[in-house]
């Protein structure tokens, strides 16, 4: 299994950057995909997971409402909008993802698969 993260970067105050993550190796339709986030210093904090299908999503309340989570399933692919950034939301962004269907899991420790990261980094 395998899930590559891209689509960070560096970006102003308010601005948007949609990250992606491709899956591959994983066949089964019972499987969830998230996005985490590590900033320096800090513990990997859940920002968002999504089913299979795309139709169950869950969201950490801290998020709700500029990052939005989606999945494409023909690409294996799952997508990370997030709009209006601010400094804060800088960090290191993994995609994941475990071969169970509950999807309201924000721990770290229920996820098999992680990708390699990508950097997201908001400058005022």
């Known amino acids: 299994v395998q899930l590559q993260a891209s689509g960070g970067g560096l970006v102003q105050v308010g601005g948007s950057l949609r990250l992606s993550c491709k899956v591959s190796?994983?066949?089964?339709?019972?499987?969830?995909m998230a996005w985490f986030r590590q900033a320096p210093g800090k513990e990997r904090e859940f920002v968002a997971a999504v089913n299979w299908s795309g139709a169950g999503i869950y969201y950490a309340d801290s998020m709700k409402g500029r990052f939005t989570i989606s999945r494409e399933t023909a690409k294996n692919t799952v997508y990370l909008q997030m709009n209006s950034l601010r400094p804060e939301d800088t960090a290191l962004y993994y995609c994941a993802a475990k071969p169970r269907r509950y999807i309201y899991d924000d721990f770290t420790s229920s996820y098999n698969y992680w990708g390699q990261g990508t950097q997201v980094t908001v400058s005022s």
């Open positions: 190796g994983l066949t089964s339709s019972g499987y969830t």
